[in-house]
Structures are given as C-alpha cells and as structure tokens.
C-alpha cells in the first residue's frame, strides 16, 4: 500500500457493493444505521474533496461532530493531497478553546470547516483572517469530481496534536508509510485473508479513534461501524451490542472502557451477548489495570462468550503512530498475556524483580513482545546508554513505523524523534518519555518520566497513589482533595530546607475562609515532590485551581476526609495501606468549606498525553 487513497481504490475495484462504513446514530435514543458501500463512500470522499479549495499541503481543519460526515471529510481531504487535523468537537470549555487557538497559530489552515454557529461562537473571522471557512452542508452538493491527487508512503496524511497536558500541543506529521505499518500490525492478528470488521466508539480525534477505529480497517478493505463516544458512555452494552451485530473480529479500547462494560455487566445480571467472533480486543493508551483485565476476562467469558485471551494489552503513543507492542502478539492463537507481580520495594529504586512470597508485590500487565519491525530499546535517560533487562529506563523506539516528526517543530523533532544510543551514531530513535522495563522479552510500562514523583530516593508512580488511595475502605472513591503550590526554583533534584514545603502549600487566603490548618502543621502531613510541565490537572476542591505551571516543582499535601470539601473530621495518622506509599492524613476540624463550594471528581495524577 502506497497510500490511504490508494488502498480504497483497490478496496472499490475488488468490493465495490462491501460495506465500508456505518454509523450508529443514537441521537434518539434508539439507534440508526447510516451505511457506506466503497462505491458510495468513494464518491462521497470524491465530492468532498473537489469543493476543498487550495493545493496538496495546506492544511483543513474540520470543525464538525465526530460522525461518518467527518471520516468522510478526512478522507476527501488525503483525495486532494491536502493535510486534514481532526480536533475535538465541540468546543466548549476554556481550556479546549485555549489549544484550539494554539493548533490554528500553529498549523495555519487553509481551509476551515464550520457552520455559522460554530464560526461565530469561535470568531473564527478574526482568529483564522487567511484561511476560508465553508460550511460543511456545501461539502455534499452535486459537482464534478477529479480523480485523486497522487500521492506516496512519504506524503503527509494527517496531523495529530498532542493533548498539551504536558507542554503546548505539537502536531505529529502522520504519513501514509507509518498507517501502512498500523495496517500491518493489525491484520497479523487475523487469520490470512480475513477481513477485519472493527466496531468503535473511540472518537475519530483521537489516533486511536481514527487510525483503528477507522482507517486500518479500510486501509485492509474491511468494514468499520462506528458510534459516538457520548452513546457509548450512555450505554456502555451498546458497544457490545454492535459487536455482537456485526460480528466484529477486533476492536479497541482505553482500559477504562472495558472497565465501563465490566460495571454495567454487573448492573444488568440478565444480559448476554455472544463475541465469539471478536479475535482481539486492544486494551491501550492509558495505563492497564490488572484488576480491569481480570474482572473483564472473567465476565466476558462468562457472559458475552468471549475467549479470555482476546482482550490484548497493547502500547503505543502518539509520536509512533499509534501502537508499538502488543502482549504478546494479536489474537487468542497467539497465547496468554502475562500479569507479573513485582518487588514493590525494588521497583522503587528502579529494578523489577518477581517479589517473593514475604515481599508486598505490585502487579503489572504486560503488554507483550509483539513489535512487528520496531526496535525497543530501555535506555538511561540521562547517559543515553542501552539498560539490561530488569532495570526501568526510558522507552527508545526504532523502525520503520515512526513518523517524521513534529510539525513546524524542529528543535522538538531532534530532541524527540533523532536520539541517538551512546556508541551507536547511525540509527536514530524516538524518545517516548514512557518508563518500562523488560522482563522475560516482555515490556513493562511503569509509568510517565514527567509524572514521576521521587521521595527520598525512592520512586513512586502516580498510579500506584491513586491506587493506594482507592484501596482505603474508609474512603471513598470521590473523597480526596488536594492542594499544589509551586517551587520556581531551578534544577528538579535541589533539597529544600526544612519547612520550606510548609511555607508552598498555604492556600491563598480568602476573605471567608482561613488556610486548611491541617496544610499548616508540618508534623501531620506529608509533601511529595512532583516534577511536571505545562498546566497541572491537579483541581483543589477548596479554593480556585492553581494557575498554569511550567517546569515548576510541585508540593503536594493531601487531604482525605470523609466529604469531597473537608468536612470536620479530626487528624488521624495514615492508616496501614498507607504507610508504604508514605503518604499522611493530615485532616483537621479547621479545614473549612468555601461558599457555594463546587462538587468536582478526583483528578487523576497522570499528566500524560
């Protein structure tokens, strides 16, 4: 395959009556199916593309719902040799509007596609004063259509912008060669010759949404049913439904989704579904949880009659295309995905040692020894040297599925995408900025290098926090706030002198509440240094969210009481399931409650993308 384009053009020759795509349409509450055939889905790409003004290159930013309108539009922008950036719709909250204005200055589109309560609710006149904005109802009228710009491995599909948790969003240049790699590693799963029928709910955004749940199956002339993420979260059994339906062979999945299915399962005792079709199900792009896989497994195998070995761990970023290793191949023939319990205490200090019967263990997934051509390498960091198995280090990848780089971003694609290994000046690699270890030849993932909280020379992982957290009986799930001052003093591994932490976490005063005392009283809590980019996702329930940091060191004393705002409990020392994490309870009958506080979730600790 030489490109996206050109994929669907054998696809149309070969099964031009094959359905293409579907869209399930829940707007209702009861569903409708829109179908495509790659005849029909050809020529609607066909008069998309000829209403797109301007030449292969510039840039087409769609402004639309994430339904099979903007696949459409994605496609017809790759039909005229253009560079399509699926963003998030809609947009509704400052933040979002805030990277959108960053992704327009950075990738300065062409072509803008927005109806006019979009356009005015964006000001994109002022925003975007050189790009045309066209109204996506015009993008379906009756005209004559050219045949497709051609185009090559090398020729830029799409960008994708990193999320901007950690930093500004950049623009990954995905090219036709690294989607014709995800093709690959996709269709090793199957059986050869077996079309790939893929039921997705991921939004189309998203790479995992749009380059799985979407162009893979196309690209290997299979069939795609997609659905919005808003009906999935509605009803997670939807997404299980529609498998089901379409006799889907694979699909994917955040671990949280499964974790969705898995709770609603247990809700409603009496449904069944039958995904003995389904040969892989991809569990990526967030941390896996073992309880998630194994409380899934069993329920599945239970009640949807689904090979316990198909749910399949897999990781990949962004910067690689998408997926990177799978554990350890795709699909139940190629055997079990391995759950390791490791030495918690040498995991903290950087090893990853089987922990013996006496020792607290912290159970990792694999995700597997899968990589198809891509090189993975465990590398220190900081020397640059290659680490043996056993010890955690940052993940280098190599091969022919990574991308060129960062769009406009120079200095960040030789920082990130050309690394070299020490003594080996020839073969460039990708820094991912993941920590993980081999084992065994399998790959474990620990954790995000810019999440990483160091105590006293011992490592802990923002997950394993949140989990310790979530373990408490007496605290429930919602129950924990927090508060973030900054250091804006240089260098990330300086020792503050004692009680400086103390002088960081006072709250700003306001003028109806005093600071918590329990933050005051340096005796019963606990500051955890936390190194960090860009703006924190750490939400105080009392007071206003702390302002944008960057490269700052946070301290961060946390609070659990036995109400989301502090209520008046007394301080207690840190119960046992915490004492190993080394975090305190430092609540007191003083931490009062703002007026009209708001009710906010628990954020989570992970800032990566």
């Known amino acids: 395959m030489t490109s996206v384009i050109n994929a669907l053009a054998r696809a149309l020759d070969a099964f031009p009556n094959r359905v293409a795509l579907r869209f399930l349409d829940y707007s209702d509450g009861t569903v409708t199916v829109r179908s495509h055939t790659y005849r029909q889905l050809w020529d609607e790409i066909a008069v998309a593309a000829a209403h797109l003004p301007g030449t292969p290159g510039d840039r087409v930013l769609p402004l639309i719902p994430g339904d099979d309108r903007l696949l459409i539009l994605i496609l ?28 327009i200055t950075d990738s300065s589109p062409t072509v803008v596609i927005a109806d006019d309560t979009t356009a005015t609710s964006l000001d994109l006149a002022s925003l975007t004063p050189s790009s045309q904005i066209l109204s996506p109802d015009k993008l379906t009228e009756p005209t004559d259509v050219d045949e497709p710009v051609p185009t090559g491995p090398d020729t830029p599909a799409f960008l994708q912008y990193t999320s901007g948790s950690t930093g500004h969003p950049k623009g990954v240049l995905n090219d036709h060669r690294a989607l014709a790699y995800q093709a690959e590693f996709v269709a090793n799963g199957l059986k050869p010759g077996e079309l790939l029928s893929m039921v997705s709910w991921l939004p189309l955004h998203h790479d995992m949404g749009l380059i799985y749940g979407a162009l893979v199956p196309l690209i290997n002339s299979g069939t795609t049913t997609l659905m919005l993420p808003a009906s999935f979260i509605a009803d997670p059994l939807r997404w299980v439904t529609g498998m089901e339906t379409y006799h889907a062979n694979y699909t994917a999945s955040p671990d949280f989704g499964y974790g969705l299915v898995g709770k609603t399962l247990m809700r409603s005792p009496d449904f069944r579904a039958d995904l003995s079709s389904l040969k892989f199900a991809i569990d990526g792009s967030e941390p896996i949880s073992p309880l998630t896989i194994g409380g899934f497994r069993k329920l599945s195998t ?74 993975v390498t465990i590398v220190d960091p900081e020397t640059h040297q290659a680490l043996p198995d056993g010890v955690i280090g940052e993940i280098w990848l190599s091969g022919p599925g990574i991308p060129p780089g960062y769009w406009r971003h ?19 690699h990708l820094r991912t900025g993941d920590l993980g270890v081999l084992h065994e030849e399998h790959l474990y993932i620990t954790g995000r290098a810019k999440d990483l909280i160091i105590h006293r020379g011992v490592n802990i992982y923002p997950q394993d926090v949140e989990q310790t957290l979530r373990s408490l009986p007496e605290v429930p799930t919602r129950r924990v706030c927090m508060r973030a001052a900054s250091c804006q003093r240089r260098g990330t591994h300086r020792r503050h002198r004692r009680g400086h932490h103390r002088r960081l976490a006072q709250r700003p005063r306001r003028r109806s509440h005093r600071p918590c005392p329990a933050v005051r009283q340096s005796s019963t809590s606990m500051a955890y240094p936390l190194t960090m980019s860009s703006s924190s996702h750490l939400m105080p329930s009392c007071g206003p969210p702390p302002a944008r940091f960057v490269a700052q060191r946070l301290w961060m004393p946390i609070c659990v009481a036995s109400c989301p705002y502090c209520s008046r409990v007394g301080a207690r020392p840190p119960p046992p399931a915490l004492r190993h994490s080394m975090i305190s309870l430092p609540c007191s009958p003083g931490c009062l409650v703002p007026p009209s506080p708001r009710r906010i979730s628990i954020p989570t600790f992970s800032l990566s993308d």
Request: aromatic fraction near 4%; proline fraction near 10%; include cysteine.
């Open 410 to 428: 120079e200095d960040a694609t030789e920082e990130t995408f050309r690394a070299h290994l020490v003594g080996d000046p020839n073969t460039e």
């Open 76 to 103: 017809g922008a790759m039909y005229r040799g253009m560079i399509p950036i699926p963003v998030p719709f809609p947009i509704t909250r400052g933040p979002e509007t805030e990277r959108l204005h960053h992704i």
């Open 302 to 375: 239970e009640r949807l009659n689904l090979d316990p070995r198909a749910l399949t761990p897999c990781y990949g970023l962004a910067e690689a295309s998408l997926a990177v290793c799978a554990a350890p191949g795709l699909g139940p023939r190629r055997g079990s995905q391995p759950i390791t319990a490791f030495s918690a205490a040498q995991l903290g200090r950087g090893r990853a040692t089987p922990a013996t019967a006496d020792e607290e263990a912290t159970h990792l997934v694999s995700v597997g020894t899968y990589t198809l051509r891509t090189g």
